[in-house]
């Protein structure tokens, strides 16, 4: 069992950046692949990073690539997302996502474990 807890969220004009943090309970963190998977009002979920277990290896959405960077510290149970140059359409509930599975958590928008979200809204 897993719990998530995402915290960072927050209102910035674009062009700015913020760090989001996603807090995990649980002994077993380290065996879990992470994401981070984004919603805006009217659309669909859609993936944005995730993280191997070891953090050796990372995919980013296309929409993100060369912005946001994912990583993780399997010793504070925690991954962060850091977001650089915010664009409004950047706007959106981002959540924080666990799975053993890294295709499915990479490639089909579901995941083991999920956190509530935390609102990141960007202003032009």
């Known amino acids: 069992q897993v719990q998530l807890a995402e915290s960072g969220g927050g209102s910035v004009q674009a062009g700015g950046s913020l760090r989001l943090t996603c807090a995990a309970s649980?002994?077993?963190?380290?065996?879990?692949?992470m994401g981070w998977f984004r919603q805006a009002p009217g659309k669909e979920r859609e993936f944005v990073a995730a993280?191997?277990?070891?953090?050796?290896?990372?995919y980013d959405g296309d929409s993100v690539k060369g912005r946001f960077t994912i990583s993780r510290d399997n010793v504070k149970n925690t991954v962060y997302l850091q977001m650089n140059t915010l664009k409004p359409e950047d706007t959106a509930i981002y959540y924080c996502?666990?799975?053993?599975?890294?295709?499915?958590?990479?490639?089909?928008?579901?995941?083991?474990?999920w956190g509530q979200g935390t609102q990141v809204t960007v202003s032009s």
């Open positions: 993280i191997r277990w070891s953090g050796g290896s990372t």
């Open positions: 996502a666990a799975d053993r599975n890294w295709v499915r958590l990479t490639t089909t928008g579901t995941a083991a474990y």
């Open positions: 649980g002994r077993t963190f380290d065996t879990y692949a």
